[in-house]
């Protein structure tokens, strides 16, 4: 069985249960492409709460783009240490990447990371759109499954497709 760097990666350095670490083997070919390759992050970099809390706080397995196949939203690091939300879009090509949101360099961040990233069911949100100069809250409805990225005591945002890109919402702050 072929291993690739990404998937020895999970296993080596993540408290994940073995089944968590299964990716679809184009993905993680895809991901290992890159010209500075992405890591998922390991559990162990979270706070022990959301270790211990949270199922899987860094992947969401969903229909983000509404085209009935399996997309990833995954929260990764590349060699340098810049972490990223990513997702990955599958398509009848392989995959659209897309960063909805850059951490930045986070140095020795074992145990130390407060935020985790959920699956979001299409619904109705209420909150304030990135792009809106407005302070006043709104209602948008959310048509095929989104991320959800929460900063653990403090807000949370909304990724979601919107015809053909992700757009944001701030869910709470």
């Keep these: 069985m072929r291993h690739t760097f990404l998937t020895l990666m999970l296993l080596v350095t993540s408290n994940m249960a073995l089944s968590e670490t299964n990716m679809p083997e184009d993905l993680v070919t895809y991901i290992s492409s890159f010209k500075v390759p992405y890591q998922l992050i390991p559990v162990t970099y979270l706070d022990p709460y959301i270790q211990e809390q949270i199922k899987s706080p860094v992947k969401v397995v969903a229909d983000f783009n509404g085209n009935k196949l399996n997309d990833y ?3 990764v690091k590349d060699i340098n240490g810049e972490l990223d939300l990513a997702a990955f879009l599958k398509t009848k090509e392989g995959y659209d990447y897309h960063v909805l949101y850059n951490f930045g360099y986070i140095e020795e961040p074992i145990g130390k990371l407060r935020f985790y990233i959920e699956n979001m069911n299409p619904s109705v949100i209420q ?7 407005s302070n006043k809250s ?27 890109k992700f757009n944001d919402i701030w869910t709470s702050d």
Excluded: P, Q
């Design 127 to 133: 909150g304030m759109l990135e792009e809106s100069n």
């Design 138 to 164: 709104n209602y948008t409805k959310i048509k095929v499954s989104g991320v959800h990225l929460v900063f653990e005591g403090k807000s949370s945002k909304l990724y979601y497709w919107n015809v053909d």
């Design 73 to 75: 939203a995954l929260l």
